[in-house]
């Protein structure tokens, strides 16, 4: 009778203790979620360090002074961007020119190339793979040179020409491994399907390969176009007189001082880049979703 007295008695404690446990675990639990987590402070501090220079670039693009003192608000450095800034302008233009034109080849043949690779099998196919990548591997300063080297060689001279054919040969690798992803996600028996179907290969190729794959080739499109904007190294081995691009001329204008027209055509870019980002985030979805 004591035994079983004892033995009621431990078991109504634990159940008494249960729910207690659990309200503490609960307590706990809430405490943890209401103060930030190392991870959290970390990801809040690389969120300050990635963005702060650009709300100082946005802010010192509207003071009055050319210095770092703030002098006042004023559109003075906009003014000079767009009625006094023709060399800038000039520069600008031709790194636009380059980006599309270089990423517009680097798209087609990147994106036959990864569907070419992905879906014919044949003694190079490791080979051309691992080549392929080279451009993202080499430091661009190697690049540089060897192009420079090249254009030499082939009595090439030097200017936009020279600067589209390196744009396009760097931005390369970048569109075939986007498209390649998109192709490791591939149903083939889509592929059987169309020829079930009476599609010959071409027909399958514009009416089912490309729509599917559309979603990393406009992805590897646009990268290499942000690619081709800002590269200085390669560009600066393979330009000529008057084939400055956007890289060149800042790098030439900053040895004499930062001139806020810079700081004012890099809030323009920024909008630009916004801009675009939210109307391609959407056409990316609709496509992805036919």
Request: proline content about 3%; aromatic content about 14%; some cysteine.
């Amino acid at each position: 009778m004591i035994i079983k007295n004892i033995i009621h008695q431990v078991i109504t404690s634990i159940k008494i203790g249960q729910p207690q446990n659990e309200a503490a675990k609960h307590a706990r639990r809430a405490s943890r979620l209401r103060s930030f987590s190392f991870s959290q402070m970390v990801f809040i501090a690389t969120i300050i360090f990635l963005f702060l220079p650009l709300f100082v670039l946005i802010l010192y693009s509207f003071n009055a002074s050319k210095g770092m003192n703030w002098a006042g608000f004023s559109f003075v450095w906009y003014e000079q961007l767009f009625f006094h800034s023709r060399g800038l302008w000039h520069a600008f233009w031709n790194s636009m020119f380059i980006a599309i034109t270089s990423a517009a080849t680097a798209m087609v043949i990147g994106a036959l190339g990864a569907i070419g690779v992905n879906w014919y099998r044949f003694k190079l196919r490791n080979y051309v793979q691992t080549i392929s990548f080279l451009p993202m591997i080499l430091p661009e300063i190697i690049i540089g040179v060897s192009l420079s080297i090249f254009f030499a060689g082939i009595k090439l001279k030097l200017g936009l020409l020279t600067i589209y054919i390196a744009h396009t040969t760097f931005n390369l690798p970048f569109v075939f491994l986007m498209v390649m992803a998109r192709l490791d996600e591939f149903d083939f028996s889509i592929i059987e399907a169309a020829h079930d179907l009476g599609a010959n290969e071409l027909q399958t190729l514009l009416n089912v390969t490309i729509p599917i794959c559309m979603p990393g080739i406009v992805s590897g499109f646009l990268t290499a176009i942000t690619i081709s904007l800002e590269d200085f190294v390669i560009t600066y081995f393979v330009a000529g007189p008057g084939s400055s691009t956007l890289p060149l001329y800042i790098y030439s204008a900053i040895r004499f001082g930062v001139s806020p027209v810079i700081n004012a055509l890099s809030v323009v870019m920024i909008l630009g880049t916004v801009a675009l980002t939210y109307v391609l985030r959407n056409f990316l979805k609709y496509i992805a979703a036919k």
